[in-house]
Nanobody, 117 residues
Framework: QVQLVESGGGLVQAGGSLRLSCAAS??????MGWFRQPPGKEREFVAS????????YYADSVKGRFTISRDNAKNTVYLQMNILKPEDTAVYYC????????????WGQGTQVTVSS
């Protein structure tokens, strides 16, 4: 099973930006996605990308602010997050086998993103 390691989380002020990375231990010939779990809430879909990188999906709450991309040569998926809001505060998880907005079975350990107002 491919292992996923997220990085890039941290503390940022509202309006700021962060870029998350998800490095896979091997090639992932599958679509991938990002999910997040805000404090006290259920895990929710954020964005997904096809293996080719040509098809992407976004949650309405992040559309226009977040961009998902991937570099298959580096086995890495990215989430560029701009114009961050306090409600974006969550643990962000990388996922493989994501089908549009539905999660696959393989998860990373998560990275904390905190947006201060």
């Amino acid at each position: 099973q491919v292992q996923l390691v997220e990085s890039g989380g941290g503390l940022v002020q509202a309006g700021g930006s962060l870029r998350l990375s998800c490095a896979a231990s091997g090639r992932t010939f599958s679509s991938m996605g990002w999910f997040r779990q805000p404090p006290g809430k259920e895990r929710e879909f954020v964005a997904s990308i096809s293996w080719s990188g040509t098809i992407t999906y976004y949650a309405d709450s992040v559309k226009g602010r977040f961009t998902i991309s991937r570099d298959n040569a580096k086995n890495t998926v990215y989430l560029q997050m701009n114009i961050l809001k306090p409600e974006d505060t969550a643990v962000y998880y990388c996922n493989t086998g994501t089908l549009r907005t539905r999660a696959g079975d393989n998860w990373g350990q998560g990275t904390q993103v905190t947006v201060s107002s």
